[in-house]
């Protein structure tokens, strides 16, 4: 069973930074990529950043400059450094990782993590 958990989520002033990590658990043989979401209260999740199995990362463009993704293959891990955060940051952060196959050979489309509260005070 494959397993996604977020961390690093706090409460913070604008302008601080904070370190989102996603880790992995279970029998897996490859991810094909890793994105990013939030989804911040009454609104729907929205996509804020992603990284391809080629290493091409895309952002939406409110983070552009500001969010940095990386990814740790070895751990099958994906980590977001979000720098300059804004008020309008404030979400829950959930991390997907997609594509994935088990030491087995079984193939999941998508799997999420639970979230993690960012909260970025004016």
């Known amino acids: 069973q494959v397993r996604l958990s977020e961390s690093g989520g706090g409460l913070v002033q604008a302008g601080g930074s904070l370190r989102l990590s996603c880790t992995t658990s279970g029998s897996i043989f490859s991810i094909n990529s890793m994105d990013w979401y939030r989804q911040a209260p009454g609104e729907t999740r929205e996509w804020v950043a992603g990284?391809?199995?080629?290493?091409?990362?895309n952002y939406v463009e409110s983070v552009k400059g500001r969010f940095t993704l990386s990814r740790d293959g070895a751990a099958n891990a994906a980590y977001l450094q979000m720098n300059n955060l804004k008020p309008e940051d404030t979400a829950v952060y959930y991390c997907?990782?997609?594509?994935?196959?088990?030491?087995?050979?079984?193939?999941?489309?998508?799997?999420w993590g639970q979230g993690t509260q960012v909260t970025v005070t004016s």
């Open positions: 997907s990782a997609n594509y994935v196959i088990s030491v087995e050979g079984a193939v999941g489309r998508r799997y």
């Open positions: 990284l391809t199995s080629d290493g091409t990362t």
